[in-house]
RNA sequence: GCCCCCAUAGCCCAACUGGCAGAGGCAGCCGACUUAAAAUCGGCCCAGUGCGGGUUCGAAUCCCGCUGGGGGCACCA
């Protein structure tokens, strides 16, 4: 829960990053809370397995953090019989090889467990329990996940029994063991966990290794023993590897009833419910006799009702609970007086499926249009920050396979294709809302204009890398149009001229441009594009002051694509530039032209010509010269003859028409 | 502590599946135009691809090991 005043709610998991609030960097607070969750546990492994399908067309980043995040492990439950209660406790285990090593038990402090355990446990101990619990709670997040943060923990005066091998080992209760992680229980096995081992060290508790790892004794070296090795004192498991062990004693443990293989997961439960004014009301009505009862279809959905300044203060329970007309109605089931939940859903909730309303968002039939919906999702190309990572992008994909269950889509994943644009640095660092502004953008528009400045940032880099504005030029950005502008200007051509009796080396130039562009800008090489686009310019002003001069039907048709390209990114520029070449607005529409093929045949290219791998001659030659004469002319270089000084070529490899590469001795 | 990404000219960045290291810009220098300056135009300078190995006829590109930077996870049993 975040405390502070600005939002004073509860949070999910996703939302508190190293213990603070996500949205004010407020430490967050544990408090127990009845809440609702979405279910998102029960997708963790399509969540994990689907994004191979993402591979290649999301950010390797993005799927690292996501496969992070949900963190499957995989391993096996084992069931241990606590001395003096009835009911077994599972513990999980990724190691379950190493059963044999354990020599004690530990359970959260927070956990129902331990409770249990304590009040059963003699006097003192349960007073050095309810201390230790009262000293876990208070500790905040941020101290209790330090990196260095000491083991703590009390003996609970149980015990519980190995059931492999019978050994009674005492049962503590430590916060390094998380009430909400597997059973909230584990197996210590020092030798070979390093957690268990620190733990073991500070409360003298005894060490046995049962891997044969050729490492030293952990008990000297204090260092856990988690590698390879062969098992030794473990019974039936003795002489097997790791994974030969961690098969067999599952198999063991199942054949007797008390163990299996299981898995899980670092993800947690979607908490939802948010003590806010703004977001969606969760569509559930108390009931003193029929308990949550979920509002009609007819009715949905549930509208907030007016409130205005004061009242949508935060103060830890929601602003709605003040709305009596609202929250006061009669129970659907049954008709008795019953009150409506007051808390909103998170909003992500509402960001998971916009995308789909966005579709058809004046339908008021359905949560959207299905038939749009097949039309027009999923989302070819998702372009957003990196900070939503693990918040949107894993809220939506799961909110997408749920309506995919339930039938509203025909798709798994909501962006076949993601895309995290960089920021905008200065001297490193970000510019944002809460830091302020380090550049004012509005001094940048003013000084250079919006053509310039979206050129600069275009222009700059790939969209992905962050752009640090000391590195990058808008002054530059703006001589550049001027630079292309008056280019229109001095053209003096009219519309109608035949470019075929234009400049043919700039006619070249033009269509190879037009050739490359369209690739160039699926691939979001921007920056290349307009790499490009300013080397035309070039040439052009070249053919204009010492060339064919500004009538030549070539400077007007390079001059025109290069508006076409132009309004991509400074569209200001380009419309003026295809009024000063006399057509109608707007250039947005003139659409990108083909290129002539007949005009990309290169009529001789430059043949390189090596000798061990280093240029030594260039050979001009026709496109389609073949490998054996090629060959031949390269032998014949004097150059080549020079280098080689009379040694004998023991092969020559040969790319036409491009390299020859001829290796000697 | 574990995992991932990146490193090319003074700076920002290019280089298709390994095949001539430079497309473009910034900064700098020289010149033309100008009474002068700005703007403009022309030209020039600039790295052998972080370091060390390897594979290959050939490596910025592939492999291994370092260094530096960035990011993610971090008592999840």
Redesign the pocket.
């Known amino acids: 829960m975040c405390i502070r005043d600005r939002d004073q709610t509860v949070l999910a998991n996703e939302q508190v990053?190293?213990g603070l609030c996500e949205r004010c960097d407020t430490p967050v607070t544990k408090k127990k809370l009845t809440q609702w969750y979405f279910g998102i546990t029960q997708y963790a492994d399509r969540l994990l397995d689907d994004l191979n399908q993402l591979e290649g067309t999301w950010p390797?980043?993005v799927l690292?953090?996501q496969r992070?995040?949900i963190?499957r492990?995989v391993?096996a439950d084992v069931q241990f019989v606590i001395e003096g209660r009835d009911e077994p406790v599972s513990?999980?285990?990724?190691?379950p090889d190493t059963l044999y090593g354990a020599t004690f038990m530990v359970v959260?402090p927070d956990s129902d467990l331990a409770a249990e355990l304590a009040a059963t446990a003699p006097e003192q101990t349960q007073q050095e329990f309810a201390t230790y619990l009262d000293r876990v709670k208070a500790i905040t997040e941020i101290e209790?996940?330090?990196?260095d943060?000491?083991?703590?923990g009390v003996f609970l005066n149980h015990w519980a029994i190995n059931p492999v091998n019978g050994e009674r080992l005492p049962i503590w209760a430590a916060?390094?063991?998380?009430?909400?992680?597997?059973?909230?229980?584990?197996?210590?096995?020092p030798a070979h966990?390093?957690?268990?081992l620190?733990?073991a060290l500070k409360f003298d508790l005894p060490v046995r290794v049962v891997v044969e790892t050729g490492l030293p004794d952990p008990a000297d070296s204090h260092i856990a023993a988690t590698g390879e090795g062969r098992l030794i004192n473990s019974g039936p498991l003795n002489g097997h590897t790791k994974t030969e062990a961690i098969d067999l004693i599952i198999r063991i443990l199942e054949e007797k009833g008390l163990g299996r293989a299981a898995k899980?997961?670092?993800l947690?439960d979607w908490l939802i419910s948010r003590q806010r004014y703004w977001g969606t009301p969760i569509p559930i009505i108390h009931c003193p006799q029929c308990g949550e009862v979920p509002v009609p279809d007819d009715q949905l959905p549930v509208e907030l009702p007016p409130m205005s300044g004061d009242e949508l203060r935060p103060r830890g329970i929601s602003p709605l609970a003040d709305a009596e007309d609202w929250v006061n109605v009669p129970c659907p089931q049954c008709g008795a007086a019953a009150k409506r939940d007051t808390d909103t859903m998170d909003t992500f909730v509402d960001s998971s499926w916009y995308y789909l309303r966005f579709v058809s968002p004046h339908d008021d039939t359905a949560i959207f249009d299905i038939a749009e919906a097949e039309k027009w999702a999923p989302i070819d190309q998702y372009v957003g920050g990196?900070t939503h990572?693990?918040l949107h992008l894993l809220y939506s994909r799961f909110v997408t396979k749920v309506l995919f269950d339930m039938g509203l889509v025909t798709f798994t994943e909501p962006f076949s294709a993601l895309l995290n644009q960089g920021m905008v640095l200065m001297d490193?660092s970000a510019m944002s809302k809460s830091r302020g502004n380090l550049v004012r953008l509005s001094d940048e528009l003013e000084e250079f204009g919006v053509d310039a400045v979206r050129l600069t940032m275009a222009?700059?880099?790939?969209p992905e890398?962050?752009?640090?504005w000391?590195?990058?030029?808008p002054?530059?950005?703006a001589?550049?149009l001027?630079?292309a502008w008056?280019l229109a200007r001095d053209v003096t051509s009219a519309p109608e001229v035949v470019w075929a009796d234009g400049d043919h080396a700039l006619r070249r130039a033009t269509h190879r441009l037009l050739a490359d562009v369209p690739q160039l800008i699926e691939a979001f090489?921007f920056?290349?594009v307009?790499?490009?686009v300013?080397?035309l310019?070039?040439q052009v002003?070249?053919v204009i002051?010492?060339g064919a001069g500004p009538a030549d039907p070539a400077v007007r048709e390079a001059t025109e694509n290069i508006a076409i390209i132009l309004s991509l990114f400074a569209p200001y520029t380009a419309e003026d530039m295809w009024r000063l070449l006399g057509y109608q607005p707007s250039v947005a529409r003139a659409g990108l032209r083909k290129p002539d093929h007949a005009l990309l045949v290169e009529e001789s290219?430059?043949c390189?010509v090596?000798v061990?791998?280093?240029?030594r001659d260039?050979l001009e030659v026709s496109p389609q010269t073949s490998e054996a004469e090629l060959t031949k002319l390269a032998l014949e270089s004097e150059q080549v003859q020079h280098i080689l000084a009379g040694a004998e070529p023991v092969?020559v490899?040969v790319?036409a028409p491009?390299?020859v590469?001829i290796?000697a001795r």
């Open positions: 990053v190293g390797a980043k690292t953090m992070n995040w963190g492990s391993g513990v999980y285990t990724t190691r959260a209790r996940q330090s990196t943060h000491e083991k703590t916060d390094y063991v998380l009430s909400d992680y597997g059973h909230g229980a584990i197996m210590a096995v966990d390093q957690r268990d620190d733990f899980n997961f670092r947690r990196v990572a693990i490193g222009f700059a880099g790939p890398d962050d752009i640090d000391k590195d990058v030029s002054g530059g950005s001589r550049f001027a630079r008056r090489k920056n290349v307009i790499a490009r300013m080397d310019v070039n002003r070249r002051d010492s290219v430059t390189v090596q061990n791998g280093k240029v260039r092969k490899i790319r491009k390299l590469n290796v």
